[in-house]
């Protein structure tokens, strides 16, 4: 399996500007994450989708931020207008079985987000 | 809340000195807990796992040991390599908000020099 791919890996953008972010599950996974990282706030946890629907969004940071997974095999993270903090290393992440399961989750190789 | 504590780093070693990480955790009910590892310019990936208590997870020469009564999981390495630098994330599993999701430690990162 090739794993969870993220697109693009580097991202220079100006503030101001749309930016979107993009991810491929691992074939079979049910459930899919996206995560921010950056030096201050270490990895926070931003949305999570179950069956292509999105049960707990409770840490997009803010209306700018905007997430979605049309089918099993994709998802998008959107942020609109973007501005210099949002600068980070965002990654997505799958993981099999249902919502209850303790299953480990999969990382992609995250997209480094630059806004100046 | 669940929550999860490591050792501030980084840390650094001399080639094959012995790793500690210390990893604490509060958590209702029975966890599972994860050690991943996040090489430069890299996700992460899972390195070892344990999901009852005294289990021990082993992968690639590190190993962990799920204790309850001291609600650790301490990451140990006999004789660490250059090629084992990187930063190294404790997590637990638990149910919050009706969902399994894992909550991260900040991350320790271990530095190796030959």
């Known amino acids: 399996d090739a794993g969870v791919i993220q697109s693009p890996r580097h991202e220079v953008t100006e503030m101001g500007q749309e930016v979107t972010l993009r991810c491929k599950p691992i074939s079979g996974h049910n459930s899919l994450f996206w995560y921010r990282q950056t030096m201050m706030r270490g990895l926070e946890l931003l949305i999570y989708f179950n069956n292509n629907v999105p049960i707990d969004d409770s840490g997009m940071p803010e209306d700018r931020f905007s997430a979605k997974m049309p089918n099993a095999s994709f998802s998008t993270l959107k942020i609109q207008p973007s501005e210099p903090r949002d600068s980070a290393v965002y990654f997505c992440?799958?993981?099999?079985?249902?919502?209850?399961?303790?299953?480990?989750?999969?990382f992609g190789p995250g997209t480094r987000l630059t806004v100046t | 809340g669940n929550s999860v504590t490591q050792m501030e780093g980084p840390v650094t070693l001399s080639e094959e000195a012995f790793l500690t990480i210390n990893c604490t955790y509060t958590?209702?009910?029975?966890?599972?807990l994860f050690w991943y590892v996040q090489y430069p310019g890299e996700g992460l990936q899972l390195l070892l796992k344990a999901t009852k208590a005294d289990d021990k997870g082993s992968n690639k020469g590190f190993e962990a040991t799920y204790r309850k009564e001291t609600t650790s999981f301490h990451l140990e390495k006999g004789s660490v390599q250059v090629s084992d630098s990187a930063v190294y994330f404790c997590?637990?599993?638990?149910?919050?908000?009706?969902?399994?999701?894992?909550?991260f430690g900040a991350g320790t990162r271990l530095a190796v020099h030959p």
């Open positions: 992440a799958s993981r099999p079985g249902t919502s209850g399961t303790p299953y480990e989750q999969y």
């Open positions: 997590a637990l599993s638990s149910i919050s908000g009706g969902y399994n999701k894992l909550i």
């Open positions: 958590a209702t009910g029975y966890p599972s």
